[in-house]
Protein backbone atom coordinates (compact mmCIF):
# COMPACT_ATOMS: atom_id res chain seq x y z
CA UNK A 1 0.00 0.00 0.00
CA UNK A 2 1.04 3.46 -0.23
CA UNK A 3 1.75 5.96 -3.28
CA UNK A 4 3.36 3.55 -4.80
CA UNK A 5 0.12 1.48 -5.26
CA UNK A 6 -0.42 4.36 -7.87
CA UNK A 7 1.29 4.57 -11.25
CA UNK A 8 -0.14 7.26 -12.72
CA UNK A 9 -2.26 10.69 -11.48
CA UNK A 10 -4.21 12.93 -13.24
CA UNK A 11 -4.11 16.90 -12.02
CA UNK A 12 -7.71 18.14 -12.33
CA UNK A 13 -5.84 22.01 -12.78
CA UNK A 14 -3.52 24.73 -14.25
CA UNK A 15 -0.98 26.72 -13.81
CA UNK A 16 1.71 26.68 -11.15
CA UNK A 17 -0.10 24.66 -8.37
CA UNK A 18 -0.50 21.87 -11.54
CA UNK A 19 3.24 21.86 -11.61
CA UNK A 20 3.32 21.90 -8.14
CA UNK A 21 2.08 18.71 -7.74
CA UNK A 22 3.68 17.17 -10.96
CA UNK A 23 6.79 17.98 -9.27
CA UNK A 24 6.03 15.73 -6.23
CA UNK A 25 4.56 12.99 -8.62
CA UNK A 26 7.93 12.88 -10.83
CA UNK A 27 10.06 12.85 -7.58
CA UNK A 28 7.94 9.90 -6.20
CA UNK A 29 8.44 8.16 -9.79
CA UNK A 30 4.74 8.70 -10.68
CA UNK A 31 3.48 9.26 -14.53
CA UNK A 32 1.72 12.49 -14.37
CA UNK A 33 -1.34 13.87 -17.00
CA UNK A 34 -2.49 16.93 -17.91
CA UNK A 35 -5.96 18.30 -18.62
CA UNK A 36 -6.43 21.89 -20.67
CA UNK A 37 -8.60 23.93 -22.21
CA UNK A 38 -8.50 25.49 -25.84
CA UNK A 39 -6.02 28.60 -24.41
CA UNK A 40 -3.92 26.67 -22.24
CA UNK A 41 -2.53 24.44 -24.95
CA UNK A 42 1.04 25.92 -24.78
CA UNK A 43 0.91 26.31 -20.69
CA UNK A 44 3.59 25.19 -18.77
CA UNK A 45 1.78 22.22 -16.75
CA UNK A 46 0.87 20.82 -20.64
CA UNK A 47 4.22 21.02 -21.56
CA UNK A 48 5.53 19.48 -17.96
CA UNK A 49 3.48 16.79 -17.37
CA UNK A 50 3.80 13.27 -19.82
CA UNK A 51 0.76 13.04 -21.24
CA UNK A 52 -1.63 15.89 -21.53
CA UNK A 53 -5.48 16.01 -22.26
CA UNK A 54 -7.84 18.16 -23.63
CA UNK A 55 -11.02 19.02 -22.19
CA UNK A 56 -12.91 21.93 -23.69
CA UNK A 57 -13.44 25.54 -24.09
CA UNK A 58 -11.80 28.31 -22.15
CA UNK A 59 -13.97 29.14 -19.89
CA UNK A 60 -13.58 27.43 -16.53
CA UNK A 61 -17.74 25.98 -16.40
CA UNK A 62 -16.66 24.27 -20.22
CA UNK A 63 -13.23 22.82 -18.78
CA UNK A 64 -11.99 22.23 -15.69
CA UNK A 65 -15.13 22.37 -14.04
CA UNK A 66 -15.97 19.31 -16.27
CA UNK A 67 -16.48 16.58 -13.95
CA UNK A 68 -17.27 14.06 -16.64
CA UNK A 69 -14.68 15.28 -18.88
CA UNK A 70 -12.19 15.38 -16.25
CA UNK A 71 -12.86 11.36 -15.50
CA UNK A 72 -13.23 10.42 -18.98
CA UNK A 73 -9.85 11.99 -19.43
CA UNK A 74 -8.60 10.06 -16.38
CA UNK A 75 -10.26 6.66 -17.91
CA UNK A 76 -8.78 6.79 -20.81
CA UNK A 77 -5.14 7.36 -19.66
CA UNK A 78 -5.09 4.84 -17.02
CA UNK A 79 -4.64 7.26 -13.67
CA UNK A 80 -5.62 6.06 -10.71
CA UNK A 81 -5.84 8.89 -8.82
CA UNK A 82 -6.79 12.57 -9.16
CA UNK A 83 -5.46 15.47 -7.61
CA UNK A 84 -7.86 18.79 -7.59
CA UNK A 85 -4.99 21.67 -6.81
CA UNK A 86 -6.88 24.22 -5.15
CA UNK A 87 -10.20 26.15 -6.89
CA UNK A 88 -12.16 25.00 -9.12
CA UNK A 89 -13.08 21.11 -7.92
CA UNK A 90 -11.10 20.86 -5.40
CA UNK A 91 -14.17 21.64 -2.39
CA UNK A 92 -16.76 19.79 -4.54
CA UNK A 93 -17.97 16.74 -2.50
CA UNK A 94 -19.64 16.04 -5.95
CA UNK A 95 -16.27 15.34 -7.80
CA UNK A 96 -14.71 13.65 -4.72
CA UNK A 97 -17.74 11.25 -4.88
CA UNK A 98 -18.13 11.03 -8.89
CA UNK A 99 -13.70 9.98 -8.37
CA UNK A 100 -14.97 7.02 -6.17
CA UNK A 101 -17.68 5.77 -8.03
CA UNK A 102 -15.50 5.60 -10.90
CA UNK A 103 -12.88 3.67 -8.79
CA UNK A 104 -10.46 6.53 -8.80
CA UNK A 105 -8.58 7.97 -5.90
CA UNK A 106 -9.45 11.72 -4.80
CA UNK A 107 -6.61 13.14 -3.39
CA UNK A 108 -7.73 15.34 -0.38
CA UNK A 109 -10.39 14.37 2.30
CA UNK A 110 -13.37 12.43 2.74
CA UNK A 111 -17.09 13.70 0.86
CA UNK A 112 -18.43 13.82 4.10
CA UNK A 113 -16.09 16.20 5.70
CA UNK A 114 -16.13 18.24 2.70
CA UNK A 115 -20.42 18.51 2.94
CA UNK A 116 -20.19 19.70 6.61
CA UNK A 117 -17.65 22.09 6.52
CA UNK A 118 -18.37 23.44 3.19
CA UNK A 119 -21.27 24.65 5.14
CA UNK A 120 -20.31 28.14 7.30
CA UNK A 121 -23.43 27.55 9.33
CA UNK A 122 -23.14 23.92 10.00
CA UNK A 123 -19.36 23.78 10.65
CA UNK A 124 -19.70 26.80 13.07
CA UNK A 125 -22.33 24.87 15.19
CA UNK A 126 -20.82 21.80 15.48
CA UNK A 127 -17.00 23.44 16.36
CA UNK A 128 -18.86 25.52 19.08
CA UNK A 129 -20.83 22.12 20.00
CA UNK A 130 -17.61 20.31 20.67
CA UNK A 131 -17.10 23.60 23.44
CA UNK A 132 -14.04 24.62 20.90
CA UNK A 133 -14.11 28.79 20.04
CA UNK A 134 -16.22 29.77 17.43
CA UNK A 135 -16.85 33.93 17.01
CA UNK A 136 -19.80 34.61 18.93
CA UNK A 137 -23.01 34.76 16.77
CA UNK A 138 -25.63 33.13 14.89
CA UNK A 139 -25.26 29.36 13.79
CA UNK A 140 -28.12 29.44 11.55
CA UNK A 141 -29.24 30.69 8.70
CA UNK A 142 -31.25 33.91 9.17
CA UNK A 143 -34.92 34.21 7.55
CA UNK A 144 -36.79 37.35 8.26
CA UNK A 145 -35.79 40.79 9.48
CA UNK A 146 -37.54 40.67 12.69
CA UNK A 147 -35.47 37.50 13.66
CA UNK A 148 -32.06 39.25 12.12
CA UNK A 149 -32.69 42.86 14.21
CA UNK A 150 -33.47 40.64 17.94
CA UNK A 151 -30.26 38.98 17.22
CA UNK A 152 -28.12 41.24 16.34
CA UNK A 153 -29.32 43.13 19.51
CA UNK A 154 -28.73 40.54 21.54
CA UNK A 155 -24.75 40.00 20.08
CA UNK A 156 -24.51 43.74 20.17
CA UNK A 157 -23.31 46.43 17.54
CA UNK A 158 -21.30 46.41 15.75
CA UNK A 159 -22.05 42.99 13.60
CA UNK A 160 -21.49 41.22 10.80
CA UNK A 161 -24.01 39.90 8.37
CA UNK A 162 -22.01 37.06 6.32
CA UNK A 163 -23.11 34.46 3.38
CA UNK A 164 -23.67 30.97 4.24
CA UNK A 165 -22.46 29.91 1.44
CA UNK A 166 -19.85 32.14 1.87
CA UNK A 167 -15.67 32.95 0.98
CA UNK A 168 -14.29 35.77 -0.89
CA UNK A 169 -15.77 38.66 0.93
CA UNK A 170 -18.84 38.04 -1.10
CA UNK A 171 -22.01 38.74 0.93
CA UNK A 172 -19.78 40.27 3.95
CA UNK A 173 -21.38 43.24 5.43
CA UNK A 174 -20.21 45.28 8.53
CA UNK A 175 -22.80 46.65 10.44
CA UNK A 176 -22.70 49.61 13.16
CA UNK A 177 -25.76 49.94 14.24
CA UNK A 178 -29.59 49.49 14.18
CA UNK A 179 -30.30 51.51 11.17
CA UNK A 180 -27.66 50.36 8.82
CA UNK A 181 -29.19 46.82 9.45
CA UNK A 182 -32.06 45.99 6.63
CA UNK A 183 -29.88 48.00 3.45
CA UNK A 184 -26.97 46.02 4.56
CA UNK A 185 -29.22 42.90 5.18
CA UNK A 186 -30.52 43.91 1.47
CA UNK A 187 -27.11 43.98 -0.35
CA UNK A 188 -25.52 40.90 1.86
CA UNK A 189 -28.71 38.48 0.89
CA UNK A 190 -28.58 39.67 -3.03
CA UNK A 191 -25.05 39.30 -3.61
CA UNK A 192 -25.10 36.07 -1.86
CA UNK A 193 -27.83 35.05 -4.21
CA UNK A 194 -25.87 36.15 -7.20
CA UNK A 195 -22.28 34.72 -5.99
CA UNK A 196 -23.64 30.97 -4.68
CA UNK A 197 -26.80 30.97 -5.98
CA UNK A 198 -27.85 31.18 -2.15
CA UNK A 199 -29.32 34.05 -0.01
CA UNK A 200 -28.83 32.44 3.06
CA UNK A 201 -26.94 34.95 5.51
CA UNK A 202 -25.82 34.52 9.27
CA UNK A 203 -24.61 36.80 12.18
CA UNK A 204 -21.24 37.32 13.98
CA UNK A 205 -20.02 39.96 16.14
CA UNK A 206 -17.20 42.24 14.82
CA UNK A 207 -13.75 41.24 15.84
CA UNK A 208 -11.97 44.74 15.22
CA UNK A 209 -8.71 44.42 13.18
CA UNK A 210 -8.30 40.90 13.81
CA UNK A 211 -5.43 39.08 12.20
CA UNK A 212 -6.06 35.97 10.37
CA UNK A 213 -4.41 32.91 11.61
CA UNK A 214 -4.66 29.53 10.11
CA UNK A 215 -3.24 26.04 11.28
CA UNK A 216 -2.18 23.31 8.74
CA UNK A 217 -3.47 20.02 9.46
CA UNK A 218 -2.42 16.61 8.36
CA UNK A 219 -4.45 13.47 8.75
CA UNK A 220 -3.88 9.82 7.66
CA UNK A 221 -7.02 7.27 7.13
CA UNK A 222 -5.98 5.47 10.44
CA UNK A 223 -7.12 8.18 12.71
CA UNK A 224 -3.80 10.12 13.01
CA UNK A 225 -4.23 13.99 12.90
CA UNK A 226 -1.37 16.48 13.34
CA UNK A 227 -0.80 20.26 13.20
CA UNK A 228 2.12 21.79 11.16
CA UNK A 229 2.04 25.22 12.96
CA UNK A 230 0.45 28.31 12.03
CA UNK A 231 0.22 31.14 8.58
CA UNK A 232 0.13 34.21 9.35
CA UNK A 233 -2.38 35.71 6.27
CA UNK A 234 -3.31 39.23 7.32
CA UNK A 235 -2.17 40.88 4.18
CA UNK A 236 -5.28 40.37 2.32
CA UNK A 237 -6.66 42.90 -0.33
CA UNK A 238 -10.71 42.34 -1.24
CA UNK A 239 -10.38 39.43 0.49
CA UNK A 240 -7.61 37.88 -1.34
CA UNK A 241 -4.43 36.97 0.09
CA UNK A 242 -1.63 38.93 -1.12
CA UNK A 243 1.24 37.74 1.41
CA UNK A 244 1.82 35.29 3.57
CA UNK A 245 4.46 34.31 6.37
CA UNK A 246 5.34 31.40 8.61
CA UNK A 247 5.91 31.63 11.33
CA UNK A 248 3.19 34.62 12.24
CA UNK A 249 5.13 37.22 13.95
CA UNK A 250 2.53 36.88 16.54
CA UNK A 251 2.33 33.62 17.86
CA UNK A 252 4.27 32.18 20.76
CA UNK A 253 4.57 28.15 21.73
CA UNK A 254 1.75 28.39 23.77
CA UNK A 255 -0.61 30.20 22.02
CA UNK A 256 0.32 27.93 18.47
CA UNK A 257 -0.04 25.08 21.16
CA UNK A 258 -3.42 25.52 22.00
CA UNK A 259 -4.36 27.05 18.16
CA UNK A 260 -3.12 23.64 17.40
CA UNK A 261 -4.78 21.00 19.38
CA UNK A 262 -8.00 23.28 18.41
CA UNK A 263 -7.62 23.06 14.71
CA UNK A 264 -6.40 18.90 15.19
CA UNK A 265 -9.91 18.40 17.22
CA UNK A 266 -11.17 20.20 14.28
CA UNK A 267 -10.16 18.15 11.75
CA UNK A 268 -11.65 15.13 14.18
CA UNK A 269 -14.99 16.16 14.48
CA UNK A 270 -15.72 16.44 11.05
CA UNK A 271 -13.52 12.81 10.51
CA UNK A 272 -11.10 14.51 8.55
CA UNK A 273 -8.00 12.78 6.69
CA UNK A 274 -5.39 14.27 4.08
CA UNK A 275 -4.40 18.24 3.93
CA UNK A 276 -6.46 20.81 5.72
CA UNK A 277 -6.70 23.83 7.13
CA UNK A 278 -8.26 25.66 9.99
CA UNK A 279 -8.55 29.30 9.67
CA UNK A 280 -8.85 31.68 12.50
CA UNK A 281 -9.40 35.07 13.97
CA UNK A 282 -7.33 36.54 16.31
CA UNK A 283 -8.17 39.44 18.02
CA UNK A 284 -5.53 42.17 19.75
CA UNK A 285 -5.76 40.25 22.91
CA UNK A 286 -4.92 37.35 21.38
CA UNK A 287 -8.00 35.45 21.93
CA UNK A 288 -8.49 33.18 18.67
CA UNK A 289 -12.44 31.99 17.26
CA UNK A 290 -13.00 29.77 14.77
CA UNK A 291 -13.20 31.26 11.77
CA UNK A 292 -14.19 28.32 8.37
CA UNK A 293 -12.05 25.48 7.45
CA UNK A 294 -10.88 25.06 3.67
CA UNK A 295 -10.83 21.16 2.46
CA UNK A 296 -7.84 21.70 -0.01
CA UNK A 297 -4.23 22.27 -0.09
CA UNK A 298 -3.73 26.24 0.01
CA UNK A 299 -2.35 28.47 -2.26
CA UNK A 300 0.20 29.25 0.22
CA UNK A 301 1.56 25.56 1.50
CA UNK A 302 4.63 26.64 0.79
CA UNK A 303 5.82 28.79 3.81
CA UNK A 304 4.63 25.89 5.74
CA UNK A 305 6.53 22.97 3.85
CA UNK A 306 10.09 25.37 4.20
CA UNK A 307 10.02 26.27 7.98
CA UNK A 308 8.58 22.70 8.80
CA UNK A 309 10.56 20.57 6.07
CA UNK A 310 7.39 18.28 5.20
CA UNK A 311 6.34 18.37 1.50
CA UNK A 312 2.53 18.54 1.59
CA UNK A 313 2.06 17.27 -1.67
CA UNK A 314 3.86 13.81 -0.83
CA UNK A 315 2.58 13.90 1.98
CA UNK A 316 -1.48 13.89 0.29
CA UNK A 317 -0.35 11.40 -2.22
CA UNK A 318 0.78 8.99 0.57
CA UNK A 319 -2.48 9.31 2.44
CA UNK A 320 -4.97 8.98 -0.11
CA UNK A 321 -2.74 5.94 -1.03
CA UNK A 322 -3.50 4.66 2.56
CA UNK A 323 -0.56 4.61 4.19
CA UNK A 324 0.18 5.96 7.79
CA UNK A 325 1.09 9.36 8.63
CA UNK A 326 5.19 9.60 9.10
CA UNK A 327 5.11 12.51 11.85
CA UNK A 328 3.83 12.54 15.30
CA UNK A 329 2.92 16.02 16.87
CA UNK A 330 6.26 15.59 18.86
CA UNK A 331 8.59 15.44 15.60
CA UNK A 332 7.39 18.15 13.94
CA UNK A 333 9.32 21.97 15.12
CA UNK A 334 9.56 24.93 12.75
CA UNK A 335 13.34 26.50 11.70
CA UNK A 336 13.61 29.70 10.71
CA UNK A 337 11.24 31.74 8.79
CA UNK A 338 9.33 31.69 5.44
CA UNK A 339 7.58 34.43 3.50
CA UNK A 340 5.77 34.18 0.01
CA UNK A 341 4.75 37.22 -2.55
CA UNK A 342 2.15 36.13 -4.75
CA UNK A 343 3.06 37.36 -8.42
CA UNK A 344 -0.01 38.15 -10.58
CA UNK A 345 -0.17 39.56 -13.44
CA UNK A 346 -2.00 42.82 -12.61
CA UNK A 347 -1.46 46.68 -12.20
CA UNK A 348 -0.92 48.22 -8.40
CA UNK A 349 -0.83 51.86 -10.37
CA UNK A 350 -3.84 51.15 -12.04
CA UNK A 351 -6.07 50.02 -9.22
CA UNK A 352 -4.58 46.39 -9.40
CA UNK A 353 -6.29 46.07 -13.14
CA UNK A 354 -5.34 42.53 -14.53
CA UNK A 355 -2.87 42.64 -17.05
CA UNK A 356 -2.78 39.34 -19.38
CA UNK A 357 -0.71 39.45 -22.38
CA UNK A 358 2.90 38.19 -23.71
CA UNK A 359 5.67 37.79 -21.40
CA UNK A 360 8.57 39.16 -23.37
CA UNK A 361 11.25 38.84 -20.65
CA UNK A 362 11.77 36.50 -17.58
CA UNK A 363 14.55 36.79 -15.51
CA UNK A 364 14.19 35.02 -12.39
CA UNK A 365 15.81 35.48 -8.70
CA UNK A 366 17.95 32.44 -7.49
CA UNK A 367 20.43 32.22 -4.78
CA UNK A 368 20.21 31.20 -0.92
CA UNK A 369 16.83 30.84 0.50
CA UNK A 370 14.42 31.18 -2.80
CA UNK A 371 11.71 28.89 -3.93
CA UNK A 372 9.86 29.92 -6.59
CA UNK A 373 6.81 27.76 -7.67
CA UNK A 374 5.95 29.08 -11.61
CA UNK A 375 2.59 28.48 -14.29
CA UNK A 376 4.86 30.74 -16.39
CA UNK A 377 7.39 31.05 -19.19
CA UNK A 378 9.18 33.34 -21.50
CA UNK A 379 6.97 33.83 -24.64
CA UNK A 380 3.96 32.37 -23.24
CA UNK A 381 1.17 34.63 -23.31
CA UNK A 382 -0.99 34.94 -20.14
CA UNK A 383 -4.62 34.30 -20.79
CA UNK A 384 -7.26 36.72 -19.98
CA UNK A 385 -9.98 33.61 -18.61
CA UNK A 386 -8.28 32.38 -15.46
CA UNK A 387 -6.92 34.16 -12.10
CA UNK A 388 -4.10 36.32 -12.66
CA UNK A 389 -1.61 34.28 -10.23
CA UNK A 390 2.13 33.63 -12.72
CA UNK A 391 4.13 32.49 -9.77
CA UNK A 392 4.58 32.11 -6.17
CA UNK A 393 8.18 33.60 -4.68
CA UNK A 394 8.85 31.93 -1.42
CA UNK A 395 11.94 32.69 0.90
CA UNK A 396 13.74 31.11 3.90
CA UNK A 397 15.40 32.95 6.34
CA UNK A 398 17.36 31.43 9.52
CA UNK A 399 14.91 34.54 10.86
CA UNK A 400 12.57 36.92 9.98
CA UNK A 401 14.74 39.94 9.34
CA UNK A 402 16.81 37.72 7.22
CA UNK A 403 13.03 36.47 5.09
CA UNK A 404 12.68 40.09 4.67
CA UNK A 405 15.84 41.17 3.70
CA UNK A 406 16.05 38.28 1.37
CA UNK A 407 12.60 38.69 -0.67
CA UNK A 408 13.85 42.52 -1.62
CA UNK A 409 17.24 40.91 -2.77
CA UNK A 410 14.49 38.42 -4.43
CA UNK A 411 11.79 40.69 -5.68
CA UNK A 412 15.03 43.00 -7.19
CA UNK A 413 16.21 40.30 -9.08
CA UNK A 414 13.05 39.68 -10.52
CA UNK A 415 12.23 41.20 -14.23
CA UNK A 416 9.19 40.38 -15.92
CA UNK A 417 8.65 42.43 -18.92
CA UNK A 418 5.25 42.65 -21.59
CA UNK A 419 2.88 43.07 -19.05
CA UNK A 420 2.34 44.47 -15.78
CA UNK A 421 2.71 42.63 -12.49
CA UNK A 422 2.22 43.51 -8.91
CA UNK A 423 6.02 43.46 -7.94
CA UNK A 424 6.23 47.09 -7.08
CA UNK A 425 3.54 46.88 -4.91
CA UNK A 426 5.75 44.57 -2.75
CA UNK A 427 8.40 46.55 -2.60
CA UNK A 428 7.02 49.46 -0.88
CA UNK A 429 4.75 46.68 2.04
CA UNK A 430 8.71 45.29 2.50
CA UNK A 431 9.98 48.73 3.59
CA UNK A 432 6.83 49.93 5.57
CA UNK A 433 7.66 50.26 8.89
CA UNK A 434 4.85 48.76 10.49
CA UNK A 435 5.30 45.64 8.30
CA UNK A 436 9.08 45.23 9.65
CA UNK A 437 8.21 45.26 13.36
CA UNK A 438 5.64 42.76 12.22
CA UNK A 439 2.40 44.68 13.66
CA UNK A 440 0.18 43.30 11.11
CA UNK A 441 -3.78 43.23 10.65
CA UNK A 442 -6.58 42.95 8.26
CA UNK A 443 -6.40 46.80 7.49
CA UNK A 444 -2.89 47.11 7.02
CA UNK A 445 -2.99 46.93 3.47
CA UNK A 446 -5.44 49.04 2.62
CA UNK A 447 -3.76 51.89 4.90
CA UNK A 448 -0.44 51.36 2.62
CA UNK A 449 -2.82 52.36 -0.71
CA UNK A 450 -4.93 54.89 1.13
CA UNK A 451 -1.44 56.91 2.46
CA UNK A 452 -1.16 56.97 -1.54
CA UNK A 453 2.11 54.70 -2.24
CA UNK A 454 1.07 53.32 -5.02
CA UNK A 455 0.11 56.20 -7.25
CA UNK A 456 2.75 56.93 -8.98
CA UNK A 457 3.03 55.87 -12.47
CA UNK A 458 5.62 53.74 -13.71
CA UNK A 459 8.00 55.19 -16.75
CA UNK A 460 6.20 53.81 -20.20
CA UNK A 461 9.18 52.39 -22.21
CA UNK A 462 9.45 54.95 -24.40
CA UNK A 463 10.06 56.82 -20.92
CA UNK A 464 12.28 54.26 -20.28
CA UNK A 465 14.60 54.68 -23.83
CA UNK A 466 14.90 58.06 -23.40
CA UNK A 467 16.30 58.14 -19.67
CA UNK A 468 18.71 55.84 -20.43
CA UNK A 469 20.14 57.53 -23.62
CA UNK A 470 20.15 60.82 -21.19
CA UNK A 471 22.15 58.70 -18.56
CA UNK A 472 24.57 57.47 -21.38
CA UNK A 473 25.26 60.58 -22.57
CA UNK A 474 25.85 62.48 -19.13
CA UNK A 475 27.95 59.65 -18.31
CA UNK A 476 29.96 60.31 -21.55
CA UNK A 477 30.07 63.98 -20.74
CA UNK A 478 31.12 63.28 -16.97
CA UNK A 479 33.87 61.51 -18.12
CA UNK A 480 32.81 58.16 -16.35
CA UNK A 481 33.52 56.22 -19.40
CA UNK A 482 36.41 54.35 -18.95
CA UNK A 483 39.21 56.62 -20.80
CA UNK A 484 40.34 53.79 -23.01
CA UNK A 485 37.02 54.18 -24.93
CA UNK A 486 38.95 55.24 -28.62
CA UNK A 487 35.51 57.03 -30.04
CA UNK A 488 32.64 58.30 -29.00
CA UNK A 489 31.06 56.14 -30.74
CA UNK A 490 31.61 53.37 -28.81
CA UNK A 491 31.80 55.16 -25.46
CA UNK A 492 28.17 55.57 -26.47
CA UNK A 493 27.77 51.93 -26.98
CA UNK A 494 29.47 50.88 -23.64
CA UNK A 495 27.61 53.92 -21.77
CA UNK A 496 24.36 52.38 -22.76
CA UNK A 497 25.37 49.17 -22.60
CA UNK A 498 26.33 49.95 -18.72
CA UNK A 499 22.84 51.38 -18.02
CA UNK A 500 21.52 48.57 -19.05
CA UNK A 501 22.87 46.29 -17.01
CA UNK A 502 22.93 49.10 -14.15
CA UNK A 503 19.02 47.80 -14.14
CA UNK A 504 19.92 44.68 -12.81
CA UNK A 505 19.02 43.34 -10.03
CA UNK A 506 16.96 46.60 -8.88
CA UNK A 507 18.29 47.74 -5.43
CA UNK A 508 15.14 48.59 -3.20
C1 LIG B 1 -14.56 38.92 10.12
C2 LIG B 1 -13.91 40.12 10.47
C3 LIG B 1 -14.24 40.68 11.68
N1 LIG B 1 -15.14 40.10 12.49
N2 LIG B 1 -15.44 38.37 10.96
C4 LIG B 1 -13.77 36.74 6.85
C5 LIG B 1 -13.50 36.32 5.47
C6 LIG B 1 -12.40 37.20 5.08
N3 LIG B 1 -12.21 37.22 3.68
C7 LIG B 1 -12.82 38.49 5.70
N4 LIG B 1 -13.31 38.10 6.94
C8 LIG B 1 -13.45 38.82 8.08
N5 LIG B 1 -14.32 38.30 8.97
C9 LIG B 1 -15.73 38.96 12.11
N6 LIG B 1 -16.63 38.41 12.92
C10 LIG B 1 -13.01 40.67 9.57
C11 LIG B 1 -12.77 40.03 8.36
C12 LIG B 1 -11.85 40.67 7.46
C13 LIG B 1 -10.62 40.12 7.17
C14 LIG B 1 -10.21 38.91 7.73
C15 LIG B 1 -8.99 38.36 7.42
C16 LIG B 1 -8.14 39.04 6.56
C17 LIG B 1 -8.50 40.24 5.98
C18 LIG B 1 -9.75 40.78 6.27
C19 LIG B 1 -10.11 41.99 5.71
C20 LIG B 1 -11.33 42.52 6.00
C21 LIG B 1 -12.20 41.86 6.87
Known amino acids: MGATM ?30 YSEVDRTSLHVRYADEAYAIGPAPSTESYLRIDRI ?27 ACEAAGIVFIGPPASAMELLGSKTASRQAVRQAGLPVVPG ?13 LAEAIGYPVMLKASAGGGGKGLRLVHGREELEPAWRTARS ?28 GDRHGNLIHLGERECSLQRRHQKVMEECPSPVMDEDLRRRMGETAVRIGQ ?14 DPNRNFYFLEMNTRLQVEHPVTEVVVGIDLVKEQLRIAGGEALRWRQ ?48 EGWRV ?4 DP ?31 RTNIPFFRRVLEHPDFLAGRLDTGFIDRVLSAGMMSEEPPSEEEERVAMLAAALHAWRNGKVPASAPTPESAWKSAGREALLNRWPQRS
Open 6 to 35: FKKVLIANRGEIAVRVMRACREMGLRTAAV
Open 71 to 97: LEAAKRCGAEAIHPGYGFLAENPEFAR
Open 138 to 150: TDRNLQSLEEIRQ
Open 191 to 218: EAQNAFNDPSVYLEKYIDRPRHVEIQIL
Open 269 to 282: LAGYWNAGTVEFLL
Open 330 to 377: EDVSLRGAAIECRIYAEDPSNNFFPSPGLITRLQVPAGPGIRRDSGVY
Open 383 to 386: PLEY
Open 389 to 419: LLSKLVVWGTDRHEAVARMRRALGEYEILGI
